[in-house]
């Protein structure tokens, strides 16, 4: 057995001279909080992805609470959630007060199954969050057809799915509001850090007033009105100063996850055993992770690994996890896939000669070299 001399990981961000020379500006104006360089953030990430608001705050978590929260989403409401997601989805609603409803997945996008949610509304469903996994969208032309008939709100769970888009429009675009995640394994990162996205007025300045302890305007402290019960969810300069420089190195991050997935499905499209998820990248779906089905997924991570080529395994299905534990067979598609489902490396700073190595292994394993 050859070992490589390169590690390769599932994933790295990349942090350059523009971080530094930005939030050492952001340190020495001595103004460390939610400020210039936040709005800043927000306005380019709003131009970006073509939506009138882009409320930053501290993570895609509390940005899905928020816009649970901010659509008046709470106790006794039912918000309908995928089966296969990051638990962050579920665990949101449940923050909310609200009941996180699990539909399975369609089984060739591993994203929520519209049939399957059309026949999970109940008279108390108030919501459905979408999920774009790993940037691949979700059905939303069906989505937003099945929640305009029963009056839902769609809130879009696009954590994973910065500038990937369907029919030219952003995912995050689509429902009444839509978020995105900077956290570390995300296509930028802000260390920690989410934003919602979303068109309406009102609820902008209603979400404003939630990340900022209720108040309308931030003045000195003692003097501000509160008008609402808010929370503390503002994210600060110095993440913004990163989020600014990370997104000036975004069109060349996205043509790379481009270039990965297609090296891959070029390279393995003949091993009958393994199967990529589909992306339509010409249409401007973005792959920010590529995942793959096999039935020797264990092995075939072990046998990577042993190689220093590191993957990562799909979640486990929701309903499985304790808080939302439902039976398997309420999930069929979600829990003969998941198991099969992983991650291969999927980096932004990975070369065609790194791909062309992973490959090459992937075909050993598979007896096709
Ligand atoms: C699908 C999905 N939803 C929500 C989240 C939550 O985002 P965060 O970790 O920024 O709270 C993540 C990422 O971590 C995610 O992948």
């Not at 070992?3 to 990981?9: C, D, L, Y």
């Not at 899905?64 to 995928?82: K, M, Q, R």
């Not at 909310?96 to 519209?114: E, F, R, W, Y």
């Not at 994973?160 to 030219?168: P, Q, R, V």
Request: glycine share 8%; proline share 5%; aromatic share 8%.
């Amino acid at each position: 057995m050859s070992i490589t001399s390169k590690r390769i990981n599932w994933w790295e961000p990349q942090i350059g001279e523009e971080e530094k020379a930005l939030l050492l500006e952001v340190l020495e104006s001595n103004f460390l909080n939610d400020g210039e360089y936040t709005t800043r953030f927000e306005q380019m990430l709003a131009e970006l992805l073509g939506c009138k608001h882009a409320v930053a705050v501290t993570n895609g978590t509390s940005a899905l609470f928020l816009a649970l929260v901010g659509s008046g989403i709470g106790p006794g409401d039912e918000v309908i959630v995928p089966d296969i997601t990051f638990i962050a989805t579920a665990n949101a609603v449940a923050l909310a007060g609200a009941k996180p409803v699990l539909v399975d997945v369609d089984p060739k996008t591993l994203n929520i199954s519209p049939a399957g949610l059309e026949q999970s509304i109940t008279s108390h469903t108030k919501a459905v969050i979408p999920v774009h996994v790993s940037g691949r969208p979700a059905d939303m032309p069906a989505i937003l057809s099945i929640a305009a008939k029963h009056d839902l709100i769609v809130i879009e769970d696009a954590a994973e799915a910065l500038l990937s888009k369907l029919n030219k429009k952003c995912l995050g675009t689509f429902g009444q509001a839509g978020i995105i995640s900077f956290s570390p394994n995300k296509t930028i990162t802000t260390g920690q850090g989410g934003v919602i996205l979303l068109d309406e007025d009102t609820l902008e300045v209603r979400l404003r007033e939630l990340k900022d302890q209720g108040r309308p305007v931030r003045g000195t402290g003692g003097e501000d009105t509160h008008d609402r019960v808010g929370y503390n969810f503002k994210l600060t300069n110095l993440q913004a100063a990163i989020g600014i420089a990370q997104l000036g190195n975004l069109p060349a991050r996205i043509v790379r996850m481009k270039q990965n997935y297609l090296q891959y499905l070029e390279k393995l499209k003949d091993i009958e055993e393994l199967t990529l998820l589909p992306f339509n990248v010409e249409n401007g779906e973005v792959p920010q992770w590529v995942d793959v089905l096999t039935l020797r997924r264990d092995e075939l991570i072990e046998f990577l690994e042993a190689r220093e080529i590191f993957c990562k395994k799909f979640w486990f299905p929701m309903h499985t996890h304790d808080p939302y534990l439902m039976p398997d067979e309420n999930f069929p598609n979600s829990t003969r896939l998941a198991a099969q489902a992983f991650w291969l490396p999927s980096c932004f700073s990975l070369t065609n000669a790194d791909v062309d190595l992973v490959c090459n292994y992937i075909r050993e394993f598979f007896g096709k070299n």
